[in-house]
């Protein structure tokens, strides 16, 4: 029971949120009271959640070493020594397959996004995350193929390209936040811990936030007038306080108040950024399946 309960600590849980933007073209398409398309996306959200697991797992193989010498990440269960790598590793392989399986069973193109997504996440584990730049890139993809794959669940047929634009820059933005907090963090020793973060400092990380919090603001803006599926009168531009509400205090956060969490750490842990997005949620929803 000791061993399980390691296991499913390694898979991180709490970080499966992130999965949930995989019911964006379910919500967006307006097909969320429809049981015919919420019940692919509840099971290709599981699978998800396993295969994010499975790529935790692996990752923490791979960063085994250092994760022991990493203030918080040396009480993870590998680094501390509670599991063992070789058996992590074989659970981790059984529930990739089995996953992969019956992502073929629901729908082929949701697994071919699947499987893209689980090979993406290797590529990073082993490689994509020691080089500057394509680290974050690498985990702006895998948040971009989570709301692909979402698509073919529900066959989609009114899903704005501009809510990938915005999904894109939103995961650069949270990306390029969990590297400035790792270098906050770990100060001098960042570079032992992570490669590429030799090559960042905060003022080309300030800088890149700043683009990319000015382009994902517009995007969105862009989108509540421009889309051409979202109802009359452009009432979805009254989201847009929310967006912005809630990138300036994710801002206030980092640079005021010195957090270095990860961002869905910290989105997990702020009563005003959850209450923010309730209200976006909730504001977005009312406006899509009632604003008709």
């Not at 080089?131 to 709301?147: E, Q, W």
């Not at 669940?153 to 501009?162: G, T």
């Not at 390029?176 to 590429?196: F, I, P, T, Y």
Request: proline content about 4%.
């Amino acid at each position: 029971m000791g061993t399980l309960k390691a296991f499913l600590r390694t898979m991180r849980p709490k970080q499966w949120i992130k999965n949930g933007v995989i019911f964006a073209a379910l919500v967006f398409d307006e097909k969320l009271l429809k049981w015919q398309y919420l019940w692919p996306t509840v099971v290709g959200f599981g699978l998800f959640c396993l295969i994010s697991g499975v790529v935790y797992t692996i990752n923490d193989v791979v960063d085994l070493e250092k994760d022991r010498q990493h203030p918080k990440k040396r009480n993870r269960p590998l680094a501390a020594g509670q599991l063992s790598p070789k058996l992590a590793l074989g659970l981790a392989i059984g529930i990739a397959v089995g996953s992969l399986i019956l992502g073929v069973l629901l729908n082929p193109v949701f697994a071919a996004v699947l499987t893209g997504y689980l090979a993406l996440q290797v590529a990073y584990s082993f490689y994509l995350k020691h080089i500057v730049l394509l680290d974050v890139i690498a985990i702006a993809g895998g948040f971009v193929l989570r709301v692909a794959a979402g698509i073919p669940l529900v066959d989609a047929e009114r899903f704005s390209p501009w809510l990938f634009i915005c999904m894109t820059l939103l995961s650069l933005f949270l990306g390029l936040g969990k590297r400035r907090g790792e270098l906050v963090q770990l100060g001098s020793e960042a570079g032992n811990h992570r490669a590429s973060l030799d090559d960042y400092n905060l003022t080309l990380l300030d800088h890149l936030l700043s683009i990319v919090t000015a382009s994902m603001i517009l995007a969105y803006a862009l989108y509540t007038f421009s889309a051409p599926n979202l109802p009359m009168g452009y009432w979805m531009m009254l989201t847009i306080p929310f967006v912005i509400y809630g990138t300036f205090r994710y801002l206030y956060l980092i640079h005021v108040r010195g957090v270095t969490s990860a961002p869905d750490e910290v989105v997990l842990t702020d009563r005003p950024l959850q209450v923010d997005f309730v209200l976006w949620g909730l504001t977005a929803m009312l406006i899509l399946y009632l604003g008709k």
